[in-house]
Structure formats: C-alpha cells, structure tokens
C-alpha cells in the first residue's frame, strides 16, 4: 500500500467517525459555501455516477465547463465523497502529475466531462471538448498530489482514431476498456469496437494496446456485425444500435457488452444483444452469449437473443443494462434491462442463469478462458456444489454452488413459459406506471432501479428481491417496491448508487427536470427537517417521527409498527384514481395512532411527507367522533382511553375485509394486547368504513361513530392476520379462525392449533405465525410447526413438526415473511410462492439461526412435502462425502429479531448486563455456506444510545424508507 493511499485511509476513516450525523436524507456540501446550501454545487453534474465499492466513494463530475471563477469551484469538476462523510473532497486540483509528468497543468482541472466511469476504483473519464482521449485518475480521493494518466487518440477497430469514445469501465488493476465509435460514424456502425487501453509498465501513461487475436495491429476488438466471425449475428448479418453498456464481472473475470441489435428479416435470421469477453493476456476474445441453437425460433421468447420464425421483418433485440447479480445461494445471474422483440424494452429487468466453473476443480486453471464459462446456463441444469479439504480427516468445507452446463438447443430459460417467466421477469415484469428505467445496480439478492417519472407515478429507487426454491435456485422475484422517494417528486433522481456497508443511498437530484446540483445520502436517525418524514423544512416536530415518538414517549415506547399498503386485502382501501390511499399504524400501552402515507391527485402517486400534524386528530374516549373528519386535510388519528385501556399493551394490528357481497360488507381495523382484543367498528351497520374501501383524509372512516369494541375473552395476544375472509388471532396459547363476518356483532372463534394439539405442554408457547390460502406455520419454544400434508388452514388442519437438521429444539422467535407481492399474505398463493425466513434462538446457548423456507403457490394444489421446503444450504461434508444440511448462517447471539430485503440484513439484540440493546448488520459476506464472521458485522448508529430492546423494522412502503422501532420510539432511514 502506498504511502498516500495508507494517509488517505487514516483520513477517510476519521471524517467517518468525527462527521456522522445520525440526522437522515442529508444534502452533501461541494463547492458551494453559503451558511444555509440548498444545492451541492454552483454548476450542473453529470446525469452519472462513479462508485468505488470497495471504500465506498461516490464520485461526480461537471456536465459542462465549470465558470473558472476561482480554484474553489474549478478544482470540483470531479469530486468524491465518502458514504460516512457530509462534504465532497475535490478530485481535480490544478496541478496534477500527468503521464510521469509531476506539478503539470491539470487537463481536467475546470473542465466538463462527457462520461464518467471507473477503473480500479477511482475514476476514468472521457472530456468534453476531447471525444478521442480517456483521462484515468489513478490517486486516492484525497491523495496530496493527483496522478492522471493520458490516452491520446483512441483508435477504432480500422484502425483510425474513433469519432467518440463512448463508455469505459475497468478491468483489473492496470487495465480499462473503451467503447469506440468509428472514424466519421456512430456507434454501431462498421469498425465500432471495444478498445484496450494498458497501464504501461513504469505506471506513467495509458496506452492502447493490440487487442485483436492473432493480430499485431493496435485497435480496437470490431463489434462485429458478421455471421462469419461475430458474436451477435445468427444466421445473417446484423446492425447495431448507437448506445452501449458495459460491465466487468471481477468474480468471473468477464467483460459484458450490452447492445441494441436488429438481426434479418429470412426465416432462422436472429441477434443476440450480450457479448461475454475475457482476456488471454491482452488480448480480448469475445464469445457467444449462447449457442445459435439455444435461441428458440418466435420473437419475444428469449430475453438476449431470437430468431425468425418465417420471413418478416428483422428480429430486435435490445439490452441497455447488463450487470451480475452474485446470489447468497452461490450461483450467479446475467441482469439485463431490456428483451427481445415487442415494447417496454426500457422497462423491463430480466434475469438468466450463468455458467460458473471457477469453483469446479477440474477447471482449477482453465476457468479463465474457457469459452463457456460465464454465458448462459441451460435451465434443465441442476447446481452443484463444491468442497475442498482443510485438515485430513476432517469433513470438507463448502467452497461454492455454480451452474455448470451451458445453454444449448432448447435449454434457455423462455419467457412464454409460466415458470421460466417468473424467474426471469425481475419485479415480475414491466414496472408499474413508470418511465424508462435509467440505472440498474445489483447487490446480493436484489436488484435495485432508477425509474423516470410518468403521467401516473413520481420517479424513484425501486426494488425487487430473489425468491429461491429448495435447491437454491432463483425461483421468481418480488414486485417491484419503493426505495426512495426523491423529495422534488416531479423531477425524480439523475443517478443514484447503493452502499451496503449500512445502506445507504446516494443520488444526484435537482430542483427542475435540467438542474442535476443536488447530492443527498441517506442515513439513520430522526431525518429532522428533511420534508419527508423528517418535518418540514422549518418544523421538525410536524413529522412523522417526531409525532409518533412524542405519542409514545412512555410506558415501553412502541410495541408495534404496521404498513398498510394500497390494495391491502381486497377492498380496505380505494384504488380508483384521485382516492388511492395507504396506511401506518403504530400501538403501544393503551393507544393507537394511523397515521395515512399516501394519497393521489389525479391520476399520480404522491406520497404524504413534511406535515402530519395538520387538522391532527386526538381521542382519549376510544371512540372516533362523527363527523369530525371532513376528508380535507387529516392524516394521522391517536385513539386511547375506552376500550383500549382494558388491552394494556396493545403489540399488534390488522385490517380485515369482508366481501361477499352481502349488504353488509365492509372493513375492520383490529388490535390486539396483553389483555385482549379489540375491534374498531361503527355503531349501526358496525364497520369501520365501507366496502368501497377507505380513502384520502380518512374522509370515508365516521359515517356514524366508530368506537373500538372488546372480542371475546383473549390474553397475550402476539400476533393477527388476515387473509381477506378469515381474522387469525394467535396468542402464546392458541391460534383461532375468526371469519370477518362475525366481526359485526358476536364472534365465532375456532380454535384451530392448541398446545394440545401440537403436543406441546401447558408450560410451553407460541411465539410467530404466518398463513396463506392453505398454508399455515407456527414457531413455538420447542420449534416450527406447519399444516400437514392434505390438510387445509381454513377447515379442520392438522399440524406437522418440522425438524431442523442438527439442532435441537429451540425457540422460534420470528417467522419473516416475503412475498412476491406487497402484500405478506399471498406468500403461498401468487405466482412461484415466497420465502419464510425462520430466526431460532437459544438465550442460554447463546446461539440463533437463520433458515429458509421455500413455500410452493397452493392455491390450486393440495399442501404435501414440496409445499414447505428447506432451502439447502451445506456448510460441511463428512468423512463419506455425505452433505449435511445446516441453517442459512449461525451466530454466537441471541436474537429477537432478523430483518432483510436482499441486500441489506439487520439483527437486533436486547439489552443485557448492562449493556444497551444492539442493532446490527449482518456480515457482509454471509452467504448460504458460509461461516458467519463476527468480525464483518457492522453496529448501526441510528440515533440512540440506550435502547432496552429493538422490537422490529419495517418499510414505509409510500416512501420506501426502513423504520425501527422499540421502547425507544421510532427511528428512519431515508
């Protein structure tokens, strides 16, 4: 390590500690100096992004010359900041070492960039004004003299100096690649290619180097649009679009290209839009993405590649964003934004197997350049996993799960087949009501975008998260969810990067659809002022958090925190145009606030932020007054007193629905406590609000008065579901089946899982459950119990034990749903069905696991063995080569509580021995196999010291911001 890079860790790591404010959704400062910023920068950035990964250094640039007034804001046309720091570091000072050459002007100093990318983790950019030369900053953020090394008059493929150089990105330490417009034509056109450009060995120039094979020429490797000798043509010769990505894959050691093609119009005339290209010295060799065969003649069949299936016009094939998702399961995906043939090519995410031979051992040291490692795997091809000795005699350790076998004739995954769209179709398809996707990233299990705005959806970060079957294969995705909700709803974000190491979002706004001078980075705490739910700009105290903490700023602080979002059940809320609502609530000791998070205006999305105390509404009495709420301006209800006083602390909540149709349907808000349990209902017709479903400002919920009214005879409630005909109520005894219909007046409560009937002792407790169509499962202290094979939840169910390989029986704490909708009921019944991630927790051992579950759609099936799966995941073969199935990860803690989305894992530990409860996140590294390290877990300060214990975190699914809860209050993440 260098002497600067060792002085520039010692300071990034001291502006971490000194300069983190846990205050959240934070505008980063650059060259701008005034007391009270509203903007980042004086001059518009780039619409891109540079990140360093590996330290976390989000990187901008100017879009244009910056106005050279004095050095403060020339030296800022690139700069960087750290995910822990509140203040850009200027990354082009005037003088700079420049090819070998030390105190040179600095050719970037002042100057607008055309495009920023990265190479070993600092920036690689293409100049305004210099379209044929690539500049490649090679010092640290911070270093006290700049290194840049100067590539002068890129050559295409001919070779003649390319009109335009038109993206770079790294490989390796010493190496970046360029993609080439031709001399005097576009991209796309005869000689495009991908150039190589070469650190020289006395490290003091970049210099393009002959990449060809077998060819001494120095130019660029020919997008080649050929049968004869190219990648992309089937059959006939192709033609190629001007736009190009590219990625390095450094797990696999592959370069991919994304592209727009359009093959022939003859019949078995086709494209493919991937090239997959790796290095035999420097030399850069491109393969197939698949066989010819593989590709299925019909358009719109295969995502990166078709063919003709008659004559007629020439099969397109678009991709405009091409990374690889790395899953904890161990094999690997191409992520590809766009498909082939039809619409919706700039809004589609779509996801195919890889080949991966770099854990094979009989590939040990050829897997670099062989030619199928790294194309598209063939969907019939089942994983394998890999074990490597460590000690004679002793079991060997899991080193891997890769696909091995490549796509050939008729294997690829196709898209007009039910099963092979769910796993392809990240977010299960076209986003919804959203403009072309801008960005792709990937982390872990998940996919994150950047989608434009629309006529009916505000632009944003959007999610989806991989769901595996029981062999650890991706078996469908999750809807897309939101992320981040910029706060200028109407211009949305520029560029945006994840951060994992606490995840964080970094992303590039402006005030106008043209001002790109905005930078913010998410983080935790209280978000005061931040106009989302933060407050307003002048009032932190109107926000959501703020709000919720003062109502519960006694008595245990909040016991529970629900999203409700639109299309909660089947007709809670109304999901007409100009009506769309959705709902938080939070409960605590003897009260009870909803607050609404979102309303439409028109035909748009918009969520509530800033104010949410306006026309506020208090009841002590229980019981809502009518009339009072005018469907104007109210937000947020706390009710207490009446009813609720009786249920103590209240821990859970629920909205039910019944609709059958009768003249009586309608919507039931239910809580529960310690002490019972409680409905909210109106006096006559006794629903809460009708069956045309709750709207904006409550305006719907007090046609009479709705007060809340005790059920039956429950103690220790621990948790409600519904599941839009039935309300499940479990309590560390039983779990019953209250049919919503019953609601209204009398309840009849059916036992449906007892003690007994589990077999368990009156000593002993439920702890969690979850349920779905059929499907049932329940945690108790003496482990996991779901509904048996041919039986039925909503009849007369039986129960089955579940036993955990190598573990003995030990307390279920958390059953954590996910779904492939928002909604975590239809986990067993939608599309390829969810995940059930199982927290096993041992407070004497000190020991907790995670498993996961595969749960199978029954909603047309009978439940049997496939219904309800363990993920395998192997840590260890013993001596006979046996795999011996374990947890997902281990940790030497005691849990109460596991949270994730795919990328970003927190657990949570109550207070002991004196020491305040921890929020924590996992290891970066766990994957499925892996041994957990301690050492990689990262604490999370989100604003308080002293917390007792962190009941649970949860998504704002209006603003998409993570929220965490305990005797603390509340604390965000926006």
């Known amino acids: 390590m260098t002497t600067q890079r060792i002085t520039f860790t010692i300071l990034l790591l001291w502006s971490i500690t000194q300069s983190f404010d846990v205050h959240a959704a934070k505008l980063l ?63 082009a000072p005037a003088t700079a070492t420049v090819n070998g050459v030390a105190g040179a002007a600095n050719p970037l100093y002042g ?69 080439v417009s031709p001399n005097g034509g576009a991209f796309g056109a005869t000689s495009s290619g991908i150039a190589v450009l070469l650190k020289n060995a006395a490290g003091t120039a970049l210099e393009q180097v002959a990449a060809v094979n077998e060819n001494d020429t120095v130019k660029a490797v020919p997008i080649d649009l050929t049968t004869a000798t190219g990648v ?32 022939a119009g003859a019949d078995g005339d086709g494209a493919r839009s991937i ?48 990374r690889v998702l790395h899953s904890s399961q161990g094999p690997s995906y191409l992520i590809v934004l766009g498909h082939a043939g039809g619409e919706n090519q700039q809004t589609t995410v779509n996801c195919l197997a890889l080949v991966d031979k770099s854990k094979d051992p009989d590939f040990a040291t050829t897997w670099r350049t062989d030619t199928t490692h790294g194309t598209l795997a063939s969907k019939i091809d089942e994983t394998t996993s890999y074990f490597v000795n460590t000690i004679m005699g ?83 995705w999750t809807a897309w969810q939101r992320v981040i909700h910029p706060k200028n709803g109407d211009v949305g974000l520029h560029a945006f990067a994840y951060a994992p190491i606490l995840g964080n979002f970094f992303t590039i706004g402006g005030v106008t659809a043209t001002d ?130 009786a249920l103590e602390a209240i821990t859970c909540a629920e909205i039910v629905v019944e609709n059958d149709g009768g003249d009586d349907d309608g919507t039931y808000f239910v809580v529960g406590g310690t002490k019972g349990l409680a409905v909210l209902r109106q006096a006559t017709n006794f629903y809460s609000w009708p069956d045309t479903g709750l709207t904006s400002f409550f305006q719907n919920i007090d046609g009479e008065l709705n007060t809340f009214v005790e059920l039956g005879n429950y103690t220790n409630v621990r948790k409600l579901w519904g599941d839009g005909a039935n309300l499940y109520v479990m309590t560390d005894k039983q779990l019953d089946r209250i049919p919503v219909n019953t609601l209204d007046e009398t309840i009849t409560a059916t036992p449906i899982a007892t003690l007994a009937t589990l077999g368990l002792s009156d000593d002993d407790s439920f702890s969690d459950c979850a349920i779905s169509g059929k499907c049932g499962v329940i945690g108790t202290n003496k482990g996991l119990f779901r509904v048996a094979n041919g039986s039925d939840i909503t009849g007369t169910p039986t129960w089955t034990k579940f036993n955990f390989p190598g573990t003995d029986d030990r307390t279920i704490k958390q059953i954590y749903v996910i779904s492939p909708t928002a909604l975590k009921e239809a986990f067993a019944t939608t599309g390829s069905g969810g995940q059930l991630y199982v927290l096993e927790s041992s407070l004497g051992l000190e020991q907790s696991h995670i498993h996961i579950f595969d749960v199978a759609n029954v909603a047309a099936g009978n439940i049997d063995n496939a219904t309800f799966e363990l993920v395998s995941n192997v840590f260890v073969q013993d001596i006979s080569d046996t795999s011996v199935t374990s947890p997902y990860f281990s940790a030497g803690y005691s849990w109460n509580h596991f949270t994730t989305d795919g990328a ?17 996140r996992v290891p970066l590294l766990v994957q499925g196999g892996s041994i957990f390290n301690k050492s990689g877990e990262k604490p999370i300060d989100f604003g308080v010291s002293n917390a007792g214990i962190i009941r649970g975190m949860i998504r704002n699914s209006s603003l998409g911001s993570w929220m965490v809860y305990g005797d603390f209050g509340v604390r965000v993440h926006e």
């Not at 010359?65 to 900041?81: C, E, H, L, Q, Y």
């Open 111 to 179: 100057q607008g960039i055309s495009f920023l990318g990265m190479a070993n983790n600092t920036p690689a950019v293409v100049k305004l004004g210099e379209p044929t030369n690539v500049y490649w900053i090679t010092s640290a953020l911070g270093a006290s003299t700049q290194t840049i090394l100067k590539t002068t008059d890129v050559k295409d493929a001919t070779p003649n100096t390319t009109a335009q150089v038109e993206h770079v990105t790294g490989v390796g330490n010493n190496t970046v690649v360029a993609a």
């Open 516 to 645: 790109y001078d905005i930078v913010n980075l998410t983080q935790w705490g209280s978000s005061d002022n931040d106009d989302l739910l933060g407050g307003t700009a002048a009032d932190a105290s109107v926000g959501l958090i703020s709000q919720l903490n003062s109502e519960f700023s006694d008595n245990g602080g909040i016991f529970g925190l629900f999203d409700f979002p639109n299309g909660t059940a089947t007709s809670a809320f109304v999901t007409t145009d100009g009506s769309k609502t959705a709902m938080m609530v939070a409960t605590g000791y003897k009260k009870v606030v909803m607050a609404l998070t979102m309303s439409n205006t028109g035909a748009t999305y918009v969520p509530f932020t800033g104010d949410f105390s306006n026309d506020k509404k208090t009841y002590t009495g229980g019981s809502i007054t009518a009339g009072e709420l005018d469907g104007t301006d109210t937000v947020m209800i706390s009710l207490s007193g009446g009813s609720l006083d």
């Open 394 to 476: 002793k079991p060997k350790v899991f080193s891997g799960k890769t696909f091995t076998t490549a796509a050939t004739e008729g294997t690829l995954l196709n898209t007009a087949v039910a099963a092979d769209a769910l796993r392809v179709n990240v977010g299960g398809g076209l986003i919804p009501n959203l403009g072309n996707i801008q960005d792709v990233q990937v982390y872990k299990d998940t996919v994150f975008v950047h989608a434009a705005k629309d006529a009916t959806e505000e632009a944003g970060i959007f999610y989806s998260q991989a769901l595996f079957d029981q062999s650890g294969v991706i078996k469908g």
């Open 904 to 920: 970003f894992l927190t657990s949570a530990e109550p207070a002991k021995n004196g020491v305040a409860a921890k929020f924590t």
């Open 275 to 322: 090239m997959v290209g790796h290095f035999e010295a420097n030399k850069l060799i491109f393969n197939k993405i698949a066989a010819d065969a593989a590709f299925e003649a019909g358009l719109g069949t295969q995502v990166v590649g078709a063919k003709r299936n008659g004559p007629g016009d020439g099969v397109d094939v678009q991709a405009h964003k091409v």
């Open 232 to 263: 992309l043509a089937i059959a006939n010769d192709v033609v190629v679009g001007p736009t190009v990505d590219m990625y390095w894959d450094v797990p696999l050691q592959r370069l991919y290209v994304a592209l727009q093609v359009t093959g």
């Open 29 to 91: 400062g650059g060259d701008v100096t005034t007391a009270n910023p509203t903007t980042s920068f004086s001059f518009d950035l780039l619409a891109q992004k540079g990140f360093d990964s590996v330290s976390e250094i989000f990187y901008v640039a100017a879009a244009a010359d910056t106005p050279g007034a004095d050095d403060n804001v020339d030296k800022f046309s690139i700069a960087g900041v750290p995910s822990g720091g509140t203040a850009f570091t200027a990354a």
